[in-house]
């Protein structure tokens, strides 16, 4: 089992910056892939950005260029940097563990709401 904990959403103007955290604890050594996930109210949860062990990143179209994924292995911590917020962004964040063999596991969820 692994959990995940998130942490750094809030309340940003447009333009501004977040960055979130997701710490894993329990059986770490089989995680795989990290990412962040989101979803907006009456909306489907979406990828945001995911990142293998190796340091391999993907992201969505609509965050290029604007958010970094990033880990650290050492603290079993993923971050995502987010600059230049918009108020499509605004939308509950989760964190997702992957394994080897697939089993995935989610964070709780941190709130992000972009808004003047």
């Known amino acids: 089992q692994v959990q995940l904990v998130e942490s750094g959403g809030g309340l940003v103007q447009p333009g501004g910056s977040l960055r979130l955290s997701c710490a894993a604890s329990?059986?770490?050594?089989?995680?795989?892939?990290m990412g962040w996930y989101r979803q907006a109210p009456g909306k489907q949860r979406e990828l945001v950005a995911v990142?293998?062990?190796?340091?391999?990143?993907n992201y969505a179209d609509s965050v290029k260029g604007r958010f970094t994924i990033s880990r650290d292995n050492a603290k079993n911590t993923v971050y995502l940097q987010m600059n230049s917020l918009k108020p499509e962004d605004t939308a509950v964040y989760y964190c997702?563990?992957?394994?080897?063999?697939?089993?995935?596991?989610w964070g709780q969820g941190t709130q992000v709401t972009v808004s003047t």
């Open positions: 329990g059986s770490i050594f089989s995680i795989y892939t």
């Open positions: 990142i293998t062990r190796g340091g391999s990143t």
């Open positions: 997702k563990a992957t394994n080897a063999i697939g089993a995935a596991y």
